[in-house]
């Protein structure tokens, strides 16, 4: 049986679908939902902690219905972007808030602080003031309170996007390592893909009220299944045409008056031929001035390029449209300067154009 079970949720504010008709199993895992601002993801989060209603659908946590109950009655723990930290309480004080509530023992209590103090790597900061705390020292007192009550589920929403780059690098490995260390599911809502991906063992992408698509960000970066998740994770490039050809294993389009088709796979929906088709190619697929082993190729001239820390995108105008393409050093290009650009049937996906 699935950790938590969600069947057919919906949420609606006036007429407004925050969450249409969602429905996920979640193990016990770290897992991600990440999708633009608006999608619906706290408002799942919120249906999951009980801080929002559903007008219907099903919850169910180790197969007990617990769409109803209150926010106290389930075993859920909530981390917030605003965290509310008690300022005038220590840090320890903080830690042992939910636990007092909750009746446990004073000799109980202290050593679930040390616990979580260590957890969090702040073994020596029980007496200290939250308000003389850094930014990611408050952020890892507030998951040691969170998961100091030992919630069968820990629902983090945007928990880091106040925090500055590095820290927010570090407190994603934080993230990571409580999951494992607690074995307790951890949910984490955010709009950044790239601690969705880099953190998560399975992930969701969300968009209006719905999901696209669930796997392991591998699976769902590399094999999108529909134009958003496709577009949505990574710096892709569209082509548009029509579809021509179809040996079995790749389709060709044909762009423009472009001499030969350019081949694909078709990724979500069947395509046929004379359909119109959208095609999405990722900006590390697509390989400069390579040898001539790729199926696809098309020549342009180089119309921008941005340095990116370590890399660079090269922007291309090209007979089939603006591609973008990562190359290692910028200096070895110009913009005016003319390239050959190449990829695999494998990495174009293609889908019907709506
Ligand atoms: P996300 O977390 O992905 O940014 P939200 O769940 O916050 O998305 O919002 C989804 C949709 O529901 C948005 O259109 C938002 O305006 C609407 N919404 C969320 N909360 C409320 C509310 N309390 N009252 C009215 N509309 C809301």
Redo the contacts with the bound molecule.
């Keep these: 049986m699935p950790h938590l079970t969600i069947s057919d949720l919906q949420k609606t504010?006036?007429d407004?679908i925050?969450?249409d008709q969602v429905s996920l199993s979640i193990e016990r895992e770290l897992f991600s939902v990440v999708?633009?601002?608006?999608?619906?993801?706290?408002?799942?989060?919120?249906c999951i902690a009980g801080l929002?209603l559903p007008d219907s659908g099903t919850i169910r946590l180790d197969g007990e219905d617990i769409t109803n109950d209150r926010p106290s009655e389930r075993a859920t723990a909530t981390v917030f972007q605003d965290l509310a930290l008690f300022p005038h309480m220590s840090v320890g004080e903080n830690i042992a808030y939910g636990l007092k509530k909750q009746g446990w023992e004073p000799t109980a209590i202290d050593e679930q602080v040390e616990k979580l103090l260590d957890l969090v790597q702040m073994p020596t900061a029980r007496e200290r003031s939250v308000q003389t705390l850094s930014g990611g020292q408050r952020q890892r007192v507030a998951l040691a309170r969170s998961l100091a009550v030992e919630p069968a589920i820990l629902l983090l929403?945007e928990p880091l996007s106040s925090l500055d780059a590095n820290l927010r690098a570090k407190l994603r490995e934080d993230i990571r390592r409580l999951q494992r260390q607690t074995d307790t599911t951890f949910i984490y809502?955010t709009?950044d893909q790239d601690v969705a991906m880099a953190i998560s063992d399975r992930m969701a992408v969300?968009t209006a009220?719905s999901l696209e698509q669930v796997g392991t960000p591998e699976s769902v970066y590399e094999e999108p299944t529909t134009p958003f998740a496709a577009t949505f994770l990574g710096d892709n490039s569209t082509i548009e045409g029509t579809a021509a050809t179809d040996d079995g294993e790749s389709v060709g389009i044909r762009v423009g008056k472009t001499e030969s088709p350019i081949r694909g796979v078709a990724s979500g929906a069947p395509v046929t031929s004379g359909d119109q088709v959208r095609g999405f190619i990722k900006v590390e697929d697509i390989r400069v001035d390579a040898g001539a082993e790729c199926a696809n190729t098309v020549s342009g001239d180089v119309t921008e390029k941005r340095y990116g820390g370590g890399d660079c995108v090269l922007h291309v105008a090209t007979e089939v449209g603006e591609l973008r393409a990562r190359v290692r050093d910028c200096s070895e290009y110009s913009v005016g300067a003319k390239v050959r650009l190449a990829w695999q049937p494998s990495s174009f996906r293609l889908f019907p154009a709506d």
């Design positions: 504010y006036g407004d925050a969450v999708g633009p601002s608006g999608a619906g993801k706290s408002t799942l989060l919120k929002e929403d809502v709009h969300m009220g």
